[in-house]
């Protein structure tokens, strides 16, 4: 299973950034595809998940009503559409795959390489 995560970059408060990831390497069907982020000197954070097959989502306070996750069934490509941006949001982002609905890092089996959003005031 290989995820591959791209789409970081600087963006100004208040702008929006979507961070991609494309899996490959065996159906994804039954399993939940999450986001976790990083920020410097933090423990990496649960930010959101997607059922692969149902499409059932879950965030974490901090980003509802601001983050969307989505998926490409087609492309085996889950998305992470990130508006409102504040500068709490700057950090790492990883995408992983598990096969349970949690928000905990050590439940996703298989995760991204990261990539860095940084938001400036």
């Known amino acids: 299973v290989q995820l591959q995560a791209s789409g970081g970059g600087l963006v100004q408060a208040g702008g929006s950034l979507r961070l991609s990831c494309a899996a490959s390497g065996r159906t994804f069907s039954w399993y939940y595809m999450g986001w976790f982020r990083q920020a410097p000197g933090k423990e990496r954070e649960f930010v959101a998940r997607i059922s692969w097959g149902a499409g059932i989502t879950h965030y974490a306070d901090s980003v509802k009503g601001r983050f969307t996750i989505f998926r490409d069934n087609a492309k085996n490509t889950v998305y992470l559409q990130m508006n409102s941006l504040k500068p709490e949001d700057t950090a790492v982002y990883y995408c992983?795959?598990?096969?349970?609905?949690?928000?905990?890092?050590?439940?996703?089996?298989?995760w991204g390489q990261g990539t860095q959003v940084t938001v400036s005031s």
């Open positions: 992983a795959a598990g096969q349970k609905a949690t928000p905990y890092d050590e439940d996703y089996a298989y």
